[in-house]
C-alpha cells in the first residue's frame, strides 16, 4: 500500500518524518516505538535499503529530516525478496534531489525552559547539479532535567516507629548530534552510485543526585569521560541490468 503521507498531514502540527508516521493507517507509536496492527514486528527502511543500523539510531535519523522531504510510504505486510527482509516493512520514500530545483534547505530552532534551560536545532539540505546529488541533515540538542521529590516515611523497626523524611534532587546534563549525509552519482536512469554516513555523538554526559534526609546526607556524581559514538558507512552501486553491489561498515 502505497501512502500519501505529505497530504495527510499537511494540517496536522508536524514537523518531521517520524511525527507524520504516526498518522498512517494502520501505524501505531508505543513510546517512540513503531508498530504496524496485524503484525507481530515491522522493519522500518529509507529508500527501499536495508541497513544494519539499530532501530533507534533509525528513529532519530527520521526525526531530523523535515516531513517536507517525504514523497511516500509503502506498507507491506510481506515484503517482496528485493528488501530482503522477513515479515512486515515500511518503506521510507524521501524526494530525490533535482537539478531544477537548486539548493533547497531548511533550518529550525527550539528553546524549553524549565528548572534549567534546554534547546535543539537543525539543519536539513539538498542539492543536485548535473549527475550529482547531495544530502546533508543535522541535529544538535541540549537536554538539561531537573526534578525533586520529598518523601516521609514511617518505618518499624524491632517494634519501634522511625519517621524518616527525606528530599531528592536530580539532574541529568547530555549534548547529542545526529549527522546524516550522503552523495551519489547517476551513470544512467537505472545506475547510479551513492555514499551515506550516518552518526551519533552524545558528549558532555553527566548525572547528580542529591538527598537530604534526618538518617543521613549523600550526593552521587557520574560523568561520562569520553562521548558515546555512533557511525555507519555504506557504500552502493546499482548496475544497469538490475545488480545491486553495497558495503557498509
Known amino acids: 500500500m502505497v501512502v500519501d503521507l505529505v497530504s495527510i498531514v499537511k494540517d496536522k502540527p508536524v514537523t518531521n518524518i517520524f511525527e507524520a508516521l504516526s498518522f498512517l493507517p494502520g501505524i ?34 527520521l526525526y531530523t529530516i523535515p516531513v517536507r522531504r517525504l514523497k511516500n510510504v509503502e506498507i507491506m505486510y510481506t515484503a517482496p525478496a528485493k528488501y530482503h527482509a522477513d515479515g512486515a516493512v515500511i518503506n521510507i520514500v524521501p524526494k530525490t534531489p533535482n537539478p531544477i530545483d537548486g539548493l533547497m534547505a531548511e533550518a529550525r530552532i527550539g528553546y524549553n525552559q524549565a528548572h534549567y534551560a534546554s534547546y535543539g536545532s537543525a539543519l536539513s539540505a539538498t542539492y543536485a547539479v548535473k549527475n550529482w546529488t547531495f544530502d546533508i541533515n543535522y541535529n544538535l540538542s541540549k537536554s538539561n532535567i531537573w526534578n525533586n521529590e520529598h518523601s516521609y516515611s514511617n518505618h518499624l523497626y524491632n517494634g519501634i516507629r522511625t519517621m524518616i523524611d527525606e528530599d531528592s534532587r536530580r539532574s541529568n546534563y547530555s549534548l547529542s548530534n545526529i549527522i546524516y549525509a550522503s552523495t551519489g552519482y547517476n551513470f544512467s536512469s537505472k545506475s547510479n552510485i551513492k555514499l551515506t554516513y550516518s552518526g551519533q555523538i552524545t558528549s558532555d554526559i553527566s548525572a547528580k543526585s542529591t538527598t537530604f534526609s534526618n538518617l543521613d546526607n549523600y550526593i552521587n556524581n557520574i560523568k561520562y569521560l569520553s562521548p558515546i559514538c555512533y557511525h555507519y558507512v555504506v557504500l552502493r552501486y546499482s548496475s544497469p541490468f538490475g545488480m545491486t553491489i553495497s558495503g557498509n561498515y
Do not use: K, R
Open 28 to 61: 501505531t507509536n508505543n513510546d517512540g516505538s513503531i508498530g504496524l496492527s496485524g503484525a507481530s514486528s515491522v522493519t522500518v527502511i529509507l529508500n527501499g535499503e536495508l541497513t544494519d543500523m539499530p532501530v533507534n539510531s533509525i528513529y532519530q535519523l
